[in-house]
DNA sequence: GATCGGCCCTAAACCGCTTTACTAAAGCGG
DNA sequence: CCGCTTTAGTAAAGCGGTTTAGGGCCGATC
């Protein structure tokens, strides 16, 4: 009933554990007959290594994590993670691993963690601060940083969000605009603070903004969603000061405002600018094609 | 250097290896101030308990695996696939489980399977029949069928894709359209044999236009996605038959068709109307709203 | 004819944890 | 003060693999 193990295989074989492992692991050590009848004798059996037991003698799981600081269900719902797994997916398919997304277990990443059997990780926007970085440092779990501070112990790889941002800005100063509304990316983990990426973007908003000498944007906080934007554009319009151009975080919440401004009477970028970042495939489709980072 | 192990902090706290793990999984077996004892030196030395030596133990590895048949860098771009994780994801939170994406390994889901370290699977558009499914069963891994033909052997969760494509068919004849075309899903795993999915669907479309007299319908095959859409669009142009109305098989070419009829002057749906499959919240966002099932 | 080196193969240790079976000490009523 | 049950903790046997050290057996060498 139950599975069946390499002691099975070497008793129906009539050799000993090792030479079956031998056979999957290091065939060069066994004759020729031999290797034939235990590889026959495996498949007949229907046997395969069991994962844990092997993960556990050869410290290598063949399994790649990717450390998420927000519920998995919004995971799916952000196309620029999507992108960015599909990417990570497509490399651990040319080497073989497999990809565990890690999620907060009981919103706490640190268990998540240690519950996960993993060669390595991904971790995506984690601070160079973060307790979680810690955790894995004293497990001595290798890790690159995405989308993060950097930070000097772990090789990062990031985007640049100020520049990207501050450019967005001044694309829309340049076209004449002087007051500009801003759209934050909402807190993933706790309730309170914003993401460093959120810190990052407004830092080049707010760069280009002075420079240009314009009055301080209206900022609105809206999730990474058409229906999140449509909101902040409602919010935007019941306020005092009137926008003439709305700079987004995130490309879905972009394509929500334009939709909600279209659907108001707005024409778009007529009588509203929109830009947002990302540069998802998603941000070419819209009508017009969405202005992006 | 290493990790730290239940050994490392046995010692450390002056007790056996069992007393560190009564601490963790059953502390009532534990007097107070040993538990407290014990509890402390373990964090205090960043003791995380090994995942893989865990689930060869305890026979379970908290792991839920999500069979997925097809190339996983297609997997995120493909929003039904994506809103379908998410679910599982939520449901996989709820239980404290973590979600392990198996995608074939060297086009083989059978050795993928027998890698994955996993407590029960998730097989999504698994023939009743496929060899995957037999390996399971001998390895004794709980599996629920997802988009399958249903094999009485496992449990299975379904869509009506016959009933729904019929209603789709009909819906269109209905309003008067006699010659339509059809957009068919690619095939996923092998190049040659259409997926179980899109002969179900196709089945119901050919009822609904036998039932109504009309022509035989003419059929490209594309994938999923906006651009494949616009291709299909195109092949359908260059044909010999002008369809008035188009079955897709899913949203995603559904939108790909109708933003490439709306760019080559076709009014939809007045010139061209186009019924999609899935029901994806962005079928929702399009310009005029697709119509799905 | 004893010695040596290769070739095949095996016994046993090990990976890090859980769990069963068991013991020493403590508590308790009589 | 004795025998009984509880309490608190331990030793050792797994879980299912890999890997190291070594043991027969063979022909070749001196």
Known sequence: MSRVTIADVAIA???????????FNNPENLGQ??????????????YAPHPAARALSMRRSGTMGVLIPQRLSTVFANPFLSELIQGLGEQCEEHDLTLL??????????????????????????????????????NGIPTVLVDSDGSPEHPAVNVDDKGGAEEAARHLLELGHTQLAIIVLPPTRSELETTPTAVRRMEGYEVAIAGAGA??????TAGISVEAGARAFQQLREG????????????????????AARASGLRVPDDLSV???????????????????
């Open 13 to 23: 074989a009539g050799v000993s554990k090792t030479a079956v492992s031998f056979a």
């Open 240 to 259: 005092a000061r009137r926008a003439t151009a709305v700079l987004a975080m995130s490309d879905m919440t972009a394509i929500g405002v334009m939709s």
């Open 33 to 46: 007959a031999t290797l034939e009848r235990v590889l026959r004798v495996a498949r007949d059996l229907g």
């Open 101 to 138: 997304l890690v999620p907060p277990v009981d919103g706490s990443l640190e268990s998540a963690i240690s519950q996960a059997s993993v060669d390595g990780f991904i971790s995506l926007g984690l601070g160079p601060d973060d307790k979680a970085l810690a955790v894995l440092d004293r």
């Open 215 to 220: 009055p301080a944007p209206e900022c609105v």
């Open 275 to 293: 830009v947002g970042f990302d540069d998802l495939p998603m941000a070419a489709w819209t009508n017009p094609p969405l202005t992006t980072v």
